[in-house]
């Protein structure tokens, strides 16, 4: 009897390996097989020719039918994301790894985990709401890029924090012993001696973040991204996005060449995603080994 | 006067205002969305919203369908995922020799990747129209197709959180049951099962925030039908996919008050979830292990 219960588990949790990677061989395998025949020049630029197309780099030309301001649209997100994020994640990491203590530290990491379960659909309705309310002050304030950026930068901040604080702590206890024995003041000894060691685990955070603010539909979609806008003009403007192109497509496509427009888009950020995701776990073993070996 | 402006600008104190303007704005999303929804709850209608049907036509403004919606598509897809993230956790730390255990954690964390925006387009032209053909009803939007992919947008993470929980294991109760002559499934059931009881629940709710928070999956399969959902075929609306369909209306309108109702809603049960990871006993956890290492 204890035979036929072993062999249940094994071809149970075999028949779980087979259902997850059978799934994922299904999704992959299908964009790429209706994606990869309009992978090219033509996916991103339409008919365009290719002195045309240097043109188009250099905001002389429009893109009429190509995802190209899709993919300057989510570009222009990610910088506006990081910007804002980067700054206020890594003061609040360093702030909760270096010098928060006790209470404050407890209560203030809490905040962050809070943030960081916050659906992103919840993120969006905050940043339209906050329009709304600007919007009552500044008339022409409508959802825009600008908004978009901002509350992107609220959603990935908490990742941003996160990495930071772990990165700083995972640091050995002999680094900051050895500053302070050489007379090293904290802030220097953050600066010039835990920063630099710790930035393999930091920067693995913000490739994570490009990956979260490239890829998030829902909070864009409530505010400011339309499907045909083209290149924004400034950060007031409405723009395009490749999350939302893929979005769009799904729902609105009325002929053979749009749908393939919506699988070369989803084989793009599909790629993109993936690398980033993968990237950044790559650094971060990279910086673990280099704290293993190297620091000490 | 530069003594002032030096402790304004200390690096202590600008590092400390940073952090605790992280604080001001998680708070003030909350905030936010009580003020807006403030109508709601002054008018007295706040029950009603919550227990109603939505029929605008008829003057009901209730959101109890989505409510419902949103339950039965993250429970299904939790019950789904749950036992396959379990196989696949088993697969990898237990099962599998090494290189094709490091092969499929690989395939895991690269899943975490994927966008959700791609699930719902590859669901939208490769599981509705399976759904529909398979159970020959409707569209083929549904709660099933909706939870099927959000089962697969939240198994990498509890697959991931149960495999650390397995490896956290002290080596030294491995090697005892292996010694008692305890096979594979006796160290599943008496060792890393009830080893592992709380990185299997960490897991679980971080599944859960995940699957209660997305939008796009349930927004482009699941149909976005405002009826009292009665069987799992039926077409459905979540309170994320509602905040996201009725954005066009009229500002002033009931309608568009409502989504700040879903917004609180969604809020307050994923910071619940946040606030009882956080108080799980994980000192059972950490004294095993270092009782394995020393």
Known sequence: MNRVYDCLLYFSAGICGLLLLGAVAGLTGFLLWHGLPVLGLELFFGSLKIGEIVDVIFLQQVVVDGLWPAVVGTCLLVLMALSTALPLGLGAGIYLAEYAGGKAKTLFSLTFDLLAGVPSIVIGLFGFSLTLYLHRQFSSLTPCLLISGLSLALLVLPYLVRTTQTALEDLPDSLRLTAAALGAEKSATIILVLLPQALPGIFSGVVLAIGRAAEDTAVIMLTGVVATAGIPRSLFDNYEALPFYIFYTASQFSDQHELQQGFGAALVLLIICVLLFTGAGLIRKKASYRLLYHSK | ?294
């Not at chain 2, 209730?62 to 949103?70: A, E, L, M």
């Not at chain 2, 959180?161 to 090697?175: D, G, L, N, T, Y």
């Not at chain 2, 619940?272 to 956080?278: D, F, K, P, S």
Request: aromatic share 10%; hydrophobic share 55%.
């Open chain 2, 1 to 294: 006067m530069s003594g002032t402006l030096q402790v304004v600008f200390s690096g202590r104190r600008l590092l400390f205002l940073v952090t605790a303007g992280g604080v001001f704005v998680t708070l003030s999303i909350l905030v936010f969305m009580i003020v807006l929804g403030l109508p709601l709850f002054t008018s007295n209608s706040f029950s009603l919203i919550l227990t109603q049907d939505w029929a605008p036509d008829r003057g009901f403004f209730g959101i109890f369908p989505f409510i419902c919606g949103t339950l039965a598509i993250v429970t299904l897809s939790l019950l789904l995922a749950f036992p396959l993230s379990l196989g696949n956790a088993v697969l990898i730390h237990l099962l599998l020799p090494p290189v094709a255990a490091k092969f499929l954690h690989r395939v895991v964390k690269m899943m975490t990747g994927i966008p959700t925006v791609i699930y719902g387009f590859v669901g939208i032209f490769l599981l509705v129209p399976f759904v529909r053909e398979w159970f020959d009803s409707g569209s083929g939007m549904s709660i099933l197709s909706a939870a099927l992919l959000l089962a697969l947008l939240i198994s990498p993470t509890m697959i991931l959180v149960f495999v650390e929980s397995f490896a956290a294991i002290p080596k030294s109760q491995v090697r005892a049951v292996a010694a008692l002559g305890g096979n594979l499934r006796q160290k599943l059931i008496y060792l890393y099962l009830p080893g592992a009881q709380n990185g299997i629940l960490t897991g679980l709710l971080l599944a859960t925030g995940r699957a209660l928070g997305d939008t796009m999956i349930a927004l482009m399969v699941a149909g976005n039908a405002t009826a009292q959902p009665e069987s799992l075929l039926d077409p459905v609306r979540t309170l994320t996919a509602h905040i996201a369909l009725v954005m066009a209306a009229d500002f002033d309108s009931i309608e568009f008050k409502t989504i700040f109702a879903c917004g609180i809603i969604l809020y307050l049960w994923t910071a619940t979830l946040t606030l009882t990871l956080r108080f799980l006993p994980y000192g059972v956890l950490k004294s095993r292990l270092n009782r394995g290492l020393s």
